[in-house]
Nanobody, 122 residues
């Protein structure tokens, strides 16, 4: 089993930066496909960024060039560096893990954290 705990969320002004972290436990981080999703009230969960077994990454077009997903296997931690934040980035951000190939589809992931709130003001 996998347990995921997100941290690093908060409130920032537009143009600012945040770094989200996701601590994983219960299984080998290196064997998991990991991703960040976000969900705003009244909207469907949206794939933000994903990283595969070999380090290949995928990003939603809305965050490409601004967000960077990475991982530190020694610390069993996934990261999302968010730069040039926009008000439309405001959402609850969730860390996810699964055994499937690189994907931004939430149905491809088996384990989820509780989320960390990101709020971007104008």
């Amino acid at each position: 089993q996998v347990q995921l705990v997100e941290s690093g969320g908060g409130s920032v002004q537009a143009g600012g930066s945040l770094r989200l972290s996701c601590a994983a436990s219960g299984s080998s981080y290196s064997t998991d496909r990991m991703a960040w999703f976000r969900q705003a009230p009244g909207k469907e969960r949206e794939g933000v960024a994903a990283i595969g077994y070999y380090g290949t990454t995928a990003y939603a077009n809305s965050v490409k060039g601004r967000f960077t997903i990475s991982k530190d296997n020694a610390k069993n931690t996934l990261y999302l560096q968010m730069n040039s934040l926009k008000p439309e980035d405001t959402a609850m951000y969730y860390c996810a893990a699964g055994s499937a190939s690189l994907s931004l589809q939430p149905t491809k992931y088996n384990y989820w954290g509780q989320g960390t709130q990101v709020t971007v003001s104008s």
